[in-house]
């Protein structure tokens, strides 16, 4: 059985601020090791419960975080940018399921460093309904014929996924106090709870369905000024939305959605004096 990791980093256990998933910050080496942990929890649970193959997708800013040093020797690791589905790459029909690991709830929400994709982003619509990174990812993971069997994070990220996903597992490993404030499981503890719930996600896994995108989505994406969405309407076959600052693509296929959505949010980083 064939399984696919997610990883991202502010979902990771005990990381509250950005000077834990920031590159240039005093707290970044420490949390590249902790998420390193947290996969392995993953992985080592999932091979002990019937999965032969397991692909990490490294999904966290330059997506060059994980130590691959210290990952599970079993595993492999797609690491790095620039990939054309991101946080996704890799996924296809082959794998029995996927599991979405450190992530966060979406922009304009409560959680840890809620957000979706970059800070300029105020909203992600597909056709009229609110999603972020996770339910993206989701979409595109139920493209390829790909059920979500587990989501850990916070609290809310776990609150997003099942509202999501039915009957998804998730794991909350921190409690949000404020987007920079968390209560936290130790690594070890919830290292433990991890263990347990790959366990649960991958005995229940018939339970779960792939979230099926809609045909020819229509993606919107709202962003915090004008600036940025006059940059990301650079893009061919994108309009802005009159008196808004949405952008607005009409697409063949979620995978296409999902790259043009990945083309606009560089685009709108071209902004400045934001």
């Known amino acids: 059985m064939k399984l696919y990791l997610s990883v991202d980093m502010e979902g990771v256990t005990g990381l509250p601020d950005y000077t834990y998933v920031d590159f240039r910050e005093h707290n970044y080496e420490r949390a590249r090791k902790i998420m390193t942990d947290e996969a392995n929890y993953v992985i080592e649970a999932a091979f002990k419960h019937g999965c032969t193959d397991i692909l990490v997708n490294d999904s966290h800013s330059k997506m060059n975080n994980l ?7 079993d ?10 589905l991101s946080m996704v790459q890799g996924l296809d029909s082959t794998y029995a399921g996927a599991m979405f690991i450190g992530y966060h709830s979406r922009a304009g929400q409560p959680g840890v460093m809620s957000h979706s994709m970059i800070h300029a982003v105020r909203n992600f619509y597909i056709n009229d309904k609110p999603i972020g990174e996770m339910g993206f990812n989701a979409y595109v993971a139920g493209y390829f014929g790909v059920p979500v069997l587990l989501v850990s994070g916070d609290d809310y990220a776990a609150l997003e996924a099942i509202e999501l996903i039915p009957n998804v597992t998730t794991a909350v490993v921190k409690e949000s106090i404020s987007r920079s404030a968390v209560k936290s499981l130790t690594p070890k503890k919830a290292g433990e709870l991890l ?4 366990a649960e996600a991958l005995e229940k896994r018939n339970q779960v369905e792939p979230l099926l995108p809609p045909d020819k989505p229509v993606l919107e994406i709202e962003f915090a000024n004008y600036g940025h969405a006059e940059w990301a309407n650079l893009m061919p076959r994108t309009e802005i939305i009159p008196g808004t600052t949405v952008v607005r693509y009409e697409a063949e296929d979620i995978v296409e959605a999902y790259k043009a959505m990945l083309v606009m949010i560089e685009l709108a980083l071209c902004t400045k004096f934001s």
Not at 76 to 83: A, F, H, N, R, S
Not at 195 to 198: A, E, I, N, Q
């Open 67 to 73: 130590l691959i040093d210290q990952l599970h020797p």
């Open 75 to 84: 595993a492999q690791l797609i690491t790095g940018d620039v990939k054309p």
């Open 195 to 198: 263990t347990d719930k790959v």
